[in-house]
C-alpha cells in the first residue's frame, strides 16, 4: 500500500511471524521469529560484503508458558547478527523471563530486565508482542468460559469496535450493551 504516485525503491524488509502451540501435556509453546534483510549489497564491519536478500537479524524466541500465564522455561537463539558472536551473547539472558506471567505487567518487567544494554532491542521487541498471541490463541477457551459464568467477555472495552457503546457490541454482545444516546450508561436488554 503506497501514500502516492511517487515511485518506490525497497531498502529493508522486516518480517515477524509468531505461533503459538498447545502441547498434550497442556502447556503453551509461544514461538516468534524476526528476520531483517536489506535490499542491497552493504559492506560489513570485517570488510565482507553482505548480500542483498541475506538476514542481517535473524532471531527466534520461544517461550513455554502455563495455561494461566505464566512463563515456565525460554529459549532464545540467533541464527543471524550483524555482530556474530557478541549480539548472541545474550541469548542466555532470556532465560530471565521465566517466572513472568504474560499478562500482568510483562511489558514493563521486559523493559526493565532487558532494556539497553541488558538486551537485544529486536529480541526484546519480538518478547513483548508474546502476549498478544497467548491471548489469541485462548480466545475460544475464553469465551466458553465468559458464556458458562455469565461475565463480561475479556475482549469487550479492548479497543474501540469493542466499546460497550459500539454498534459491535449492540449487534454481537447485546446483553453487554449500553446505550449512552440520551446521556445516561445504562444496559439494554434484548430478548
Known amino acids: 500500500m503506497s501514500l502516492g504516485s511517487s515511485a518506490r525503491k525497497p531498502i529493508h524488509t ?3 511471524t509468531m505461533d503459538a502451540y498447545l502441547r498434550e501435556d497442556s502447556l503453551w509453546e509461544l514461538e516468534a521469529h ?10 560489513t564491519k570485517v570488510g565482507a560484503m553482505h548480500q542483498a536478500g541475506d538476514p542481517v537479524h535473524d532471531m527466534t524466541i520461544v517461550l513455554l508458558v502455563t ?7 525460554v529459549r532464545a537463539k540467533y541464527q543471524a547478527a550483524p555482530y556474530d558472536s557478541a549480539c548472541m ?11 513472568l506471567h504474560l499478562l500482568r505487567q510483562f511489558r514493563a518487567a521486559v523493559r526493565d530486565r532487558f532494556g539497553r544494554v541488558d538486551g537485544c532491542t529486536h529480541m526484546s521487541e519480538l518478547v513483548v508482542l508474546l502476549p498478544t498471541v497467548f491471548v489469541q490463541s485462548l480466545s475460544a477457551q475464553r469465551r466458553e468460559h465468559a458464556e458458562k459464568t455469565g461475565k463480561k467477555p475479556f475482549q469487550l472495552e479492548g479497543c474501540h469496535a469493542l466499546a460497550l457503546t459500539s454498534p459491535v457490541v449492540r449487534e454481537f454482545y447485546p446483553e453487554w450493551y449500553v446505550n449512552s444516546q440520551d446521556g445516561s450508561k445504562r444496559r439494554v436488554r434484548q430478548s
Open 67 to 73: 495455561p494461566d500465564g505464566v512463563i515456565s522455561d
Open 14 to 16: 522486516r518480517r515477524i
Open 89 to 99: 551473547a545474550i541469548e542466555e539472558a532470556y532465560r530471565g523471563l521465566v517466572g
Open 34 to 43: 524476526l528476520v531483517d534483510v536489506k535490499a542491497y549489497d552493504f559492506p
